[in-house]
């Protein structure tokens, strides 16, 4: 074996980056490996790059859309080629600043794929690398179901539809989750024809029932098949099944959404516990194998960035013998669409599901004078909360409407700290800001 | 006397109505007198149409320079009329939205001018009301200082300048606090040439030193003379001298935004301890007369819609006999330039001149992942966080950067909670927001 590390981390992204950057911070010598980018699936071909292209997307609105507020322009255009320039940049940006962070905390970085070994040694390269502690933080990949027609050149993934030169004339978007409503929104924005085609009876299905109705209608650019099935994808476009008859939308795009799979390759051969959805961890992100860690989208449970960074620094700090656990009550989500939504917390339907007693509230965008004085009363948004009936504590909180994603660190702090109604009342927020929605629903429990 | 209440208010501002309200939801009988219109100052002249405002000048700027996205126009044109017709519609609809209200909770409304006799009845349009409890919440106007020529067509305060028919070709703006700042960034956005004249030595007093003079920098349409002191208004323009000398500044209009002076017309007669200030309060908003409360900027103590919101509970709580008091160390505050800026808490110089001991830590914007994506990283921006050096309590928290003012709500909760940075660490964010800065800078302490 070529070094003895105090902890190798497998897997460059959130959970990665961020478990190597603690633990190097606290003076451990850590090794990071990645066979991509710097910064995995978030910065490269998720969260990041979405964002760049929704901002551009969201201004281009504001140039065509903004009458009311006395601005008129002529001649506005979207240009495909530069917005990507514009992505690019930003990715190669964030890398360069976790390389940075690697270097501030001497983390040694080694490109490369990664092989867990029933020895518990780890090899890259043809190189064996040991240590006390290993994390494995090697995310997921887009599944992509055995759809005929699914191996089709017209047919990408979250990677494929990231690197196109030319915007499609139609797009299809089979799932409609995060990732799917997402680009839909975007592609829309930008002046494509739009079906996203779900299986469920509803979109967005972590949002509160109520709110992915909503969201559904507030998306009015873009066309929704919800309870089908594809069934075919061809050249032209989509079959799907609804309701007992076949039916097409012709795309020629199609944006393949379903979901993630758990990157397990170079993991199964050491003799890790692993599930149908990713490799079984305790509260301390422990593995079956003694010093081997599992953090996010590999472990199945919570496949969001913003958990993965916390399951790292849970390990870490386990590691490093801090009493720590992962907790998953207090997790917000954010769908950057136009309009944006954002939740932390239980559902009413969770909720009911687990048998606790909750008092809600929901308040509408327009009572709200940052919204009105920005979006007007006929642009839709609202905010729900959730309280445990008896204890008065916050349990949840529901979103939609524009920074509903900034807002949502409010109620994540709110819940985490089990802050009750009489507490949240006195705190004070300025006025005016969208987040008044939030006490102003507290407000009206009871 | 005509009529018996449990509660008259005084005035139907933020403080007012939300005290008529919040009293008439917990079944007291409430008169609300106001003599100019739902709402006062802040929705009618203040908060809600500077907001409306600066809302089209943000799309225009989107329209105009948006470039780097990918976004061109060929001709874009700002109308005012048509952003004074919105403007107008967002303030009718709060309007209407507090009349709804306080209709909901049985709160009379009447129009009119109050008089407090020193009997404790409360004179309007020559009826004689009497209540059990008062609560005064009558505002504050713009100071205009004795300065030669501030009485001239071409100077306006607040109100003036929320109801011109054409836009100035250059604006002088005599006050650079929040009030002047904000005109200020609406109309360089909006294509006025716009000079902001400040006695003091820095901008937007209420800001951490570091925060304040950045926004300075920030503000690049805008010309600043700072240490100028106003010696004359002319039809031409200001005269001010500064570091011994007079220097002129051409305008055809000026935008008087020096301060506000306390609405005490009608409130002196009745035997109330009045400071230079305003009305003095104890911290349950109980003045020296049994049964008479102030609120808001009566009070002079903070002059934000939101405290005097928050005063009115207090008042209202008081009567009702539940324990409360007004708190003043977790009041958010925000600028809503562009770019915005916001804060809760200590600034290190008021740390300082309290003898309390911190540590502080400052992440800059271009580090976040969306703020890049969605404004780059040449933009400025920047979090700075303030910890107690022993307890690791949060103290303070600075944020300069889009959307600044809908984060700070997350701080304004996590200091009134008074979490300390182990606390704040295990709060989950979500990625990619810019709120994230505020987490990021909790972890760079120590």
Known sequence: MSSEFDLIVIGAGPGGYIAAERAGGAGKKVLLIEKEEMGGECTNWGCIPTKSLLAGAKHYVHARESERFGVTVSGAK???????AWKQETIETLRAGIAFLMKKNKVEVVKGT????????????????SAKNIIIASGSSAAVPPIPGADGKNVVTNRGILSIEALPRKLAVIGGGVIGVEFASYFSAVGVEVTVIEMMDEILPLMDGDFARAMRKALKGINFATSAKVTKITPKGVDYEKAGKTESVEADLVLMSVGRRPNLEGFTEAGLDISRTGIRVDEKMRTNLPGVFAVGDVTGTSLLAHSASRMGEVAVNTILGKEDRMRYHAIPWAVYTLPEAAGCGLTEKEAADKGIPVK???????????????????????CKVLVHAKKNTLLGVHIMGATASEI??????MIEAELRTDEIREIIFPHPAVAEVLRDAVWEIE
Do not use: C
């Open 408 to 413: 949502i660190p409010a109620a994540a702090a």
């Open 360 to 382: 809600t509230a929901t308040v509408q965008m327009r009572a709200n004078g940052r919204f009105l004085a920005e979006h007007g009363k006929r642009e839709p948004g609202m």
């Open 78 to 84: 979207y240009d495909l080629k530069t917005a990507m």
């Open 114 to 129: 990664a092989v867990l070994n029933p020895d518990r040694s780890v090899r890259v390269n043809d190189v064996l690398y």
